[in-house]
């Protein structure tokens, strides 16, 4: 008799797991503020962009695949947050890390309508960033060229307009 409450509590203690919060699907890390390695990459018309063809403008350097189910989940937001901020000289750059060539990511990205730049990074690319060793991996590059943070797994448009707010505040360095 004395355990017929043990029921109902196990019943409130699961609904409460179950609608609880979901925790960000990224872990953020800090940089050091390094400055971000100079690279180049093809694009999918096999045509090389170097990094310095963004000078003086916000990156988000998305590394990412075709075959990752969190990258392809986390695209929505990255076209959103592209979309919110293109005037503002604020670039999503996908690295697509997928091998074998860009028809296969061509084709993706023309299906999903991806609203960005997107490059095919190969191991020396990867390795420019000290190796990626799992996708989605993301960095937040501000105007000076400078590695803000990087981010494990899927970043959400929220995330990057507030790791934006303060970047977008500092003016461009004109040296640069």
Known sequence: MKTRWLIPLALAVVLLWLTRPSAPGFTRLPTGNRPMPAWTML???GQPVAST???GQILVLNFWAT????????IPDLKAFQAAHSTQRVVVIGASIDEGGSAKVKSFVERNGLNYPVLLADLTVQDL???????PT?????REG????RYLGPVTAEELTQAI?????TPANPSR
């Open 129 to 135: 960033f000290g190796g990626v060793s799992g996708v």
């Open 43 to 45: 694009d999918l018309a």
């Open 138 to 142: 993301t960095f937040l590059v501000n």
């Open 146 to 149: 400078r590695l803000v943070t």
């Open 165 to 169: 707010a303060p970047l977008l505040a």
């Open 53 to 55: 063809n963004f000078a």
């Open 67 to 74: 075959w990752c189910p969190p990258c392809v989940a986390e």
